[in-house]
Nanobody, 125 residues
Framework: QVQLVESGGGLVQAGASLRLSCAAS????????MGWFRQAPGKEREFVAA????????YYGDSVKGRFTISRDNAKNTVYLQMNSLKPEDTAVYYC??????????????????WGQGTQVTVSS
């Protein structure tokens, strides 16, 4: 089992950048596929990005492609989400997720087993 703690959220203006971090507990962190999801008020949770165990395979949601970058440091048990050119529509609670029960890198929230508490990102226009 793994516990996830997100950090790095905040209030920024449109066009700014933020980097979210997700620290994971446990010595088997490198065996987990990691993902980021977000949920805006009144909307369903949305896939943002996912990264394979070795960091080579990365997927992004269409709305963030070219602006967000997911990365991981297995030595630090941490996954990052670098968010550039932020827009007001990026405003949401961002959640880190982990799974090690599947070989592939899923983009569906139902395929993830563990979740953090979330960190708020607010982008003003």
């Amino acid at each position: 089992q793994v516990q996830l703690v997100e950090s790095g959220g905040g209030l920024v203006q449109a066009g700014a950048s933020l980097r979210l971090s997700c620290a994971a507990s446990g010595r088997t962190y490198s065996t987990y596929v990691m993902g980021w999801f977000r949920q805006a008020p009144g909307k369903e949770r949305e896939f943002v990005a996912a990264i394979s165990r070795n960091g080579i395979i990365r997927y992004y949601g269409d709305s963030v492609k070219g602006r967000f970058t997911i990365s991981r440091d297995n030595a630090k048990n941490t996954v990052y989400l670098q968010m550039n050119s932020l827009k007001p529509e990026d405003t949401a609670v961002y959640y880190c997720a982990a799974q090690n029960s599947r070989v592939n890198v899923p983009t569906s929230q139902g395929d993830y087993d563990y979740w953090g508490q979330g960190t708020q990102v607010t982008v003003s226009s």
